[in-house]
């Protein structure tokens, strides 16, 4: 059956771990340098509840970006993600190898990127996600176009329409 004919929950069924692009996704993608040069970024906490709760339901979720900063580390390390791999613009290769680490399938994941080195990595998985204000060839590369913007949640709401689907969101309602 195509993609596009499944239900959430047909998508869903599969998807047992999440790698994530930071820039544009986590964040708004801006990079804000202060008067000293130091890099700031701000990530939203609703994405880092999400992402708790994927977690606490027993799901793999990783942090794959091109960039390197301190403050992914930090944001990973409070969100208790040790699986973070920075510094890789072509991504595959490192997606394929964090995966083999983590034990999981491409056919067990889905990724969320917002630009065109997350295409590769898109492609190739079970279910590639965008957020609304993804590159426009991005966007054509994913089953999912999300109507968060990144830094505005998006991860959040992947999270949730994922759990939602899995009937396990009822879990972290309290």
Excluded: N
Aim: hydrophobic fraction near 40%; glycine fraction near 10%.
């Amino acid at each position: 059956m195509p993609a596009l004919l499944k239900s959430d929950s047909e998508i869903a069924e599969s998807i047992t771990c999440i790698l994530s692009d930071v820039d544009g996704v986590m964040t708004d993608g801006r990079i804000v340098y202060d008067s000293l040069g130091v890099e700031t970024k701000r990530f939203h906490v609703r994405d880092g509840l999400g992402i708790k709760a994927w977690m606490k339901s027993g799901f793999g979720f990783g942090i794959l970006t091109a960039r390197t900063s301190k403050m992914v580390t930090q944001r990973a390390s409070e969100l208790g993600i040790v699986d973070v791999q920075q510094g890789y613009e072509d991504k595959w290769p490192a997606a394929e190898a964090m995966l083999s680490s983590m034990g999981y399938q491409p056919e067990q994941v889905c990724y969320i990127g917002d630009d065109l080195p997350d295409i590769a990595v898109m492609r190739r998985v079970a279910l590639a996600v965008a957020p609304a204000d993804a590159a426009f060839d991005t966007q054509e590369a994913a089953g999912w176009i999300l109507r968060s913007q990144g830094g505005a949640g998006a991860v959040r709401e992947l999270i949730e329409r994922l759990l939602r689907s899995k009937h396990r969101w009822e879990e972290h309602l309290g």
